[in-house]
Every structure is written in structure tokens, then in C-alpha cells.
């Protein structure tokens, strides 16, 4: 079975991480801060706080905003549900923005649209977490002029789109967003087995997000609220978690990192084969802006004229060929749990249409020229 993403791991990658096993640190030596200092100055961003997962990084994000009880968010029904349940993990109320049916991503008309509705009926949210689907930039100036006008701040949810760039910037350079997050998990741009990333050019959210991922503890004495008591001191001065990354993990990102933009080239080559073997078929490709160098996380295409049933067959179709087509994503507000928040069909209808639609085709970097070959012969075949 051809998978639909899969990590790229060589033997520098394996090297690192045994470096660190013979080493004096497991956790909280120096790979973390390495790894950090790597992302940040790989997207021009001033601090960067890695986590074990970016479903922590949304979390204590939304918490490095003061999201709390009373307080809404918004994000875009496709996606996956970790952009929404960092809301609730907060005890604040989700709703989300529909897509602009075109590249998938949260549309600008539709959230221009509920803003002015949430304004008259006293609701507007406090941050927005656009997601870059399939690792294309949403339209970030945009978000972020609405942002200024509305008065919510702004996480990026980037797990798909380390690498990617923006009106020639580096996605997580955060020139438009409060908090930028990525994710680190082995089906995403770069990989280090499980792990995440908020990076911010705030210091003060730096420090709090730092704080957050380890118990909400400080050693620093400015933020005590009474003298040292010794050179063991520490704070806990609010509720943190455990969501650190292991040295192990920050020593695979950091080795992945120096081949990330080889990583994203090589998704935008497979992707431009893809788009040129489907040009005659009957699906329309995600539009790319001429702003936007997308990480192609993912390949999706939408297909014309279809239905449901035809669409579910065709995704069967190709896995009995060998092929692991994939669907990304279910509608958020589809889920049970969502509906019992009161969700329910016809809510959101361009992401419920995109669902009827969608269907990823594998790509990852490893890919080989064979094996594209044999996913493109077989989406011929059966489209
Ligand atoms: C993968 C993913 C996440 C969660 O990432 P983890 O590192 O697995 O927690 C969140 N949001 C989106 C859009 C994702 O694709």
C-alpha cells in the first residue's frame, strides 16, 4: 500500500537522536533550546517554544492568551480537531468560519460576515486560529486587518505548513498572528516522532508559553512573589502542564530541519506531475495564490460533478488498488461531540460540500518516481 505521507528519516537523523541516548540528557538538555533557536531562525520569528505535540502548542496558546470561560473562538471547520478542542480544553465556546470552497481555507468573506453579526449581538471572539490547509497560507494580511478592526488576536494553526511562505516570508514569521504553531508529527513537513512548536515575536507570550508547558513553574525572580528561599527555588505561579519535548525528539527535528526546504521543493515537484497528468480529468486542485509557495502537506483535488456515493467509491477504488487515498478533512462540527455542542449539518455548507468532494492522493518526499507513476495509472483508471 502506497501511503498518503510518510516521514523521511536517514541516517543522520538516526545518528542524532543515538548521540543523544549516549549523552547526559534525555529531556531538558540541550537539543530543546538547539531545536528552538533552528525554527526560529528559520522563520524570522524571535522566540519559539517546542512542546510534545501541537495539539499542547494550540492549547497553551490559546492559554497564553487568557482563553478562558466566557470567551469564543473561531476556527475553520476543515481541519483537524485538534484546532478546535484547544478551545474547550479552555472551557471557552468553539464556532467556526466556513471555507472558501476554492483553496479550502477559512474564507475572508465569511469571517468578515460573522464579525459583523458577532459585533451587533456582542460576540465576537477572542482569537482566531486559521489553518493553512494542505500547507498554503490562509490569507493572512486580511485576517489580521479584521483583527485590528475587531480587536481578536490571531494563532496560526501551521501544522501543515512549516516551510511554506507567505508574500515571500517564511509561514511563522508571524508578521500577521499573535502565535504561529506547527506540528512535528511524522505525516507533517518535518518530523520528530511526536512534537510541536509555538513560535511568537511577543516575549512576554514567550515566557508565559514557556512557563505553561512546564507546570506554570519559574525560577526567574522577577516573576516570584516573594524572595528565593535558596538556589533550589522555584515558583509555581499559575497551573501548567507537563508538555515538554524530549531532547531524544528536539535531536530528530533539528537534524530534519537542515532538509526541510529539500523536503518542500520536492512536494512541490511531485505535486506539479500530479497536477499535470489530472489536467484532463474531471477535478478541480486546490487554488494556489500567487502569494503563497504552499509545503504541499498534503495533495488534494476536489472532484466535478460527483456525489457522494461515487465519491466514497472512488476512495475505495484506489485503496483496493494499492493506493491509500485519504479524505482530510471530516468537518470539525460533524463530529459527535461537536454536534452534541449543537452543531449539525447545513451549518457550515462549503466545508460539508468540500467533504463530499475531497480526496487526498499520496505524497510525501520518499516518493519515488515508480511509485508516482503507479498512483497516477491508478487515479487515471478510476476517475
Ligand atoms: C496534525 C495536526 C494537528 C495536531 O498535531 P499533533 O502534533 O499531532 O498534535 C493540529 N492541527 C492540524 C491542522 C493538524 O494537521
Redesign the pocket.
Known amino acids: 500500500m502506497i501511503p498518503y505521507g510518510k516521514q523521511s528519516i536517514s541516517q543522520d537523523d538516526i545518528d542524532a537522536v543515538i548521540d543523544v541516548l549516549k549523552s547526559d540528557w534525555l529531556t531538558q538538555g540541550p537539543k530543546v533550546p538547539a531545536f528552538e533557536q533552528a525554527v526560529a531562525h528559520y522563520c524570522g520569528v524571535n522566540h519559539a517554544v517546542a512542546v510534545n505535540?501541537?495539539?499542547?502548542?494550540?492549547h497553551i496558546a490559546c492559554l497564553a492568551l487568557d482563553v478562558g470561560k466566557n470567551d469564543i473562538v473561531w476556527t475553520s471547520p476543515i481541519?483537524?480537531v485538534?484546532?478546535a478542542n484547544c478551545a474547550l480544553y479552555c472551557g471557552a465556546k468553539i464556532d467556526f468560519v466556513d471555507i472558501d470552497l476554492a483553496s479550502g481555507n477559512m474564507s475572508i468573506h465569511e469571517l468578515e460576515k460573522k464579525l459583523v453579526l458577532a459585533e451587533q449581538e456582542n460576540q465576537l471572539p477572542k482569537v482566531v486560529i486559521p489553518?493553512h490547509l494542505a500547507g498554503q497560507s490562509c490569507d493572512m494580511q486580511a485576517i489580521h486587518k479584521l483583527a485590528e478592526h475587531y480587536g481578536f488576536k490571531i494563532i496560526e494553526?501551521a501544522?501543515?505548513a512549516i516551510g511554506a511562505k507567505y508574500q515571500n516570508t517564511p509561514v511563522g514569521c508571524c508578521e500577521f498572528s499573535d502565535i504561529c504553531?506547527f506540528?512535528?508529527?511524522p505525516?507533517?513537513i518535518i518530523t520528530s516522532a511526536?512534537?510541536?512548536m509555538a513560535v511568537t515575536n511577543n516575549s512576554v507570550l514567550a515566557k508565559r508559553l514557556t512557563r505553561l508547558r512546564s507546570h506554570g513553574l519559574t525560577s526567574d525572580q522577577a516573576e516570584m512573589t516573594e524572595l528565593s528561599h535558596g538556589p533550589w527555588y522555584y515558583q509555581q505561579i499559575e497551573l501548567g502542564f507537563n508538555y515538554r519535548m524530549t531532547d531524544l525528539h528536539a535531536a530528530l527535528g533539528l537534524s530534519q530541519i537542515s532538509k526541510l526546504d529539500a523536503f518542500v521543493s520536492k512536494r512541490n515537484e511531485l505535486a506539479l506531475r500530479y497536477n499535470h497528468e489530472f489536467k484532463d480529468l474531471p477535478v478541480i486542485h486546490l487554488k494556489q495564490t500567487q502569494d503563497c509557495y504552499s509545503s504541499y502537506?498534503l495533495y488534494i483535488v476536489r472532484l466535478m460533478n460527483s456525489d457522494k456515493e461515487h465519491h466514497k467509491a472512488l476512495i475505495c477504488q484506489l485503496r483496493e488498488q494499492g493506493i491509500m487515498s485519504h479524505l482530510h478533512y471530516i468537518p470539525i462540527h460533524l463530529q459527535p461531540y461537536y454536534k452534541k455542542l449543537g452543531f449539525n449539518y447545513g451549518d457550515f455548507p462549503n466545508a460539508e460540500r468540500y467533504y463530499n468532494e475531497a480526496i487526498t492522493i499520496p505524497l510525501y518526499p520518499l516518493m519515488t518516481k515508480e511509485e508516482q507513476s503507479k498512483v497516477i495509472d491508478a487515479v487515471l483508471k478510476v476517475l
Request: aromatic residues 8%; proline residues 0%; negative net charge.
Open positions: 505535540s501541537a495539539t499542547s502548542a494550540l481541519s483537524f485538534a484546532s489553518v494553526d501544522s501543515h504553531v506540528s512535528f508529527h505525516v507533517k511526536e512534537g510541536g502537506h
